[in-house]
């Protein structure tokens, strides 16, 4: 809490409620199960945000600690004009805030609520949703509770996709390449998400948009049975009925959504070429920051010139406990439960280079490779790749430690980006190119020497 102060009156004001020096919290927005949300106020920017505080209790004992997690990281990765932006998080002992995008002119279920919406307006508001998603299957990403409330309006009209709690990400897939987990909410729920036998999370998105197409239109739910069975059983055979007003073209667009097979449900691209969908859209440019991204590239990259030498004159490279050396070198001698916390899978090599050359070393591959540096500090340089992948940009962190007084160990680990072109980058690129210093390999997928 800040202190009182003094107004041009003369009158005192309320002491200000300032979240880590850097946001002004002010009145109350709204409320879910685990989490209440603040309007905020950036107090350098005078930006607005929106400041959803979660109850860091609440959630372990609910055992959503992990669900919490992936939220934050699916909302790293879905960086759109038409998904709420998550600007930051920060937490304390006792809680978590996230600080996101104020979004001020509420829900679409709240117009939807009144009526109908003009065709017009509807395909709107389904082009900037289908845009969301797609981007969203793009990096992997499967929402999993599309619905009008989960859709918020800001104030140009323009929809944003909010409520990544029940998202879902590729490492979530059973061995069978699917979904099992039965989330969303029931009248905008695919069939096979009901039928609890595996599902494609973005094949079952598409099915809610379908959903959600109809209600903006009709203003009504295209299941509904005040029996919750009876509903289900239509959604199961997609038992439903076109009101008169819908135009020619819009019923065969949700004809081809609102099919119970997944496999004959039309796909997001053909979605976006359907002549319904084609009418004045124009194609969102997902953030159009990354001429911006790569000129502070470029100055950070400039301005590190002087911070390796310095790395290089006045530290050591972090010291690597033997017996982890041991472990994570010797295939099948796994002595990780005797520390505290495991080493997350990386891919590693063994040299007798000294550190410093090393560091030099990844600087030439990084450049050699097309790859950005991002930071180069404490004998840890991280790596970001200069194109758009699968899921957004790869970044690499290679960490330098010491074993003994003429071994180095260097590890390779995923920031961010696709955990197959990670693997691709460790195999095919970093290998070759470090070759001829490299004692021995051994990590994710790493067997040969």
Request: glycine letters at 6%; proline letters at 4%; a positive charge.
């Amino acid at each position: 809490m800040g202190d009182a102060v003094q107004q041009p009156n003369g009158q005192l004001r309320a002491p200000r409620n300032v979240l880590f020096g850097k946001y002004e919290m002010g009145r109350f927005l709204g409320q879910g199960t685990f989490a209440k949300v603040y309007y905020g106020k950036n107090i350098e920017s005078q930006e607005s945000v929106a400041i959803k505080v979660i109850n860091k209790d609440h959630v372990k004992k609910e055992g959503l600690m992990e669900q919490i997690k992936r939220e934050i990281s699916v909302m790293r990765l879905v960086r759109h004009p038409n998904v709420v932006e998550l600007k930051e998080v920060m937490a304390t002992r006792g809680k978590i805030f996230f600080v996101m995008e104020y979004v001020r002119g509420g829900e679409l279920f709240a117009k939807v609520a009144k009526g109908k919406l003009k065709e017009d307006a509807a395909r709107k508001y389904f082009q900037q949703l289908v845009s969301a998603v797609d981007f969203c299957h793009s990096r992997g990403v499967s929402h999993r509770d599309l619905k009008p409330e989960n859709l918020l309006l800001d104030e140009n009209e323009d929809l944003k996709v909010s409520d990544f709690g029940l998202s879902a990400l590729p490492e979530q897939l059973r061995i069978d390449g699917l979904l099992h987990t039965q989330c969303g909410t029931p009248a905008y729920v695919a069939p096979e998400v009901l039928r609890k036998k595996g599902y494609d999370g973005a094949k079952a998105d598409t099915w809610s948009c379908g959903v959600i197409l109809y209600v903006l239109l009709a203003g009504y739910l295209p299941f509904q049975d005040e029996n919750l069975m009876k509903m289900y059983r239509k959604v199961f055979k997609a038992e439903y009925e076109f009101p008169p007003w819908f135009s020619t073209d819009a019923k065969r667009l949700i004809s081809k959504l609102l099919v119970a097979d997944p496999e004959r449900r039309i796909t997001i691209p053909a979605i976006m070429r359907s002549p319904w969908f084609q009418k004045g859209f124009r194609k969102p440019v997902a953030f159009s920051i990354q001429e911006k991204e790569v000129d502070e590239l470029k100055e950070q990259e400039e301005s590190f010139s002087a911070e390796r030498e310095l790395v290089r004159s006045n530290s050591k490279p972090r010291f690597y406990n033997a017996f982890e050396f041991i472990s994570s070198m010797s295939s099948g001698f796994d002595l990780s439960s005797l520390f505290e916390s495991k080493r997350k899978s990386a891919s590693m090599f063994a040299t007798k280079c000294s550190a410093s050359a090393i560091v030099g070393k990844l600087e030439a591959v990084a450049k050699k490779l097309n790859f950005g540096l991002l930071s180069v500090k404490d004998y840890k340089v991280k790596l970001q790749g200069r194109s758009e992948g699968r899921k957004g940009k790869l970044a690499v962190t290679a960490e330098v430690f010491e074993v003994a007084p003429e071994v180095v160990l260097v590890e390779f680990s995923k920031c961010s980006g696709d955990t197959l072109e990670y693997k691709r980058f460790c195999e095919d690129e970093v290998r070759p190119a470090l070759k001829d210093i490299v004692w021995s390999w051994q990590g994710e997928n790493n067997s040969h020497q």
